[in-house]
């Protein structure tokens, strides 16, 4: 089983930037798509952003498409979420989740299809 864990959340000023971090261990051998999403009040979680195992296709939710860049490292031990331009309404705990039945190919969108979950980390942006 894989454990994700999450860092890098915290309060930021609009317009400000964060990197947030995922850190994977376990069975990290096994090929497995990583995603981040994020949850408001009151909002049901939602997609933000993917990358496959070997990084041959990202995907941006439109909310965030430009402001946010995903990466992980080479080691395929970290996936990150660079945020930059922060909106108030980036307000949210922003999880990293893995799906290991899609490594490579198609990313899929919804929170069900994710087997590995962090606990999450809180990002708060003032207006």
């Known amino acids: 089983q894989v454990q994700l864990a999450e860092s890098g959340g915290g309060l930021v000023q609009a317009g400000g930037s964060l990197r947030l971090s995922c850190a994977a261990s376990?069975?990290?051998?096994?090929?497995?798509?990583m995603a981040w999403f994020r949850q408001a009040p009151g909002k049901e979680r939602e997609f933000t952003a993917a990358?496959?195992?070997?990084?041959?296709?990202?995907t941006y939710a439109d909310s965030i498409k430009g402001r946010f860049t995903i990466s992980r490292n080479s080691a395929k031990t970290a996936v990150y979420l660079q945020m930059n331009s922060l909106k108030f309404e980036d307000t949210a705990i922003y999880y990293c989740?893995?799906?290991?039945?899609?490594?490579?190919?198609?990313?899929?969108?919804?929170?069900?299809?994710?087997?590995?979950w962090g606990q999450g980390t809180q990002v708060t942006v003032s207006s």
């Open positions: 990358i496959t195992w070997n990084g041959g296709s990202i």
């Open positions: 989740a893995g799906d290991p039945d899609r490594p490579f190919g198609s990313i899929r969108y919804t929170p069900r299809d994710y087997d590995w």
């Open positions: 376990g069975l990290t051998f096994r090929p497995y798509t």
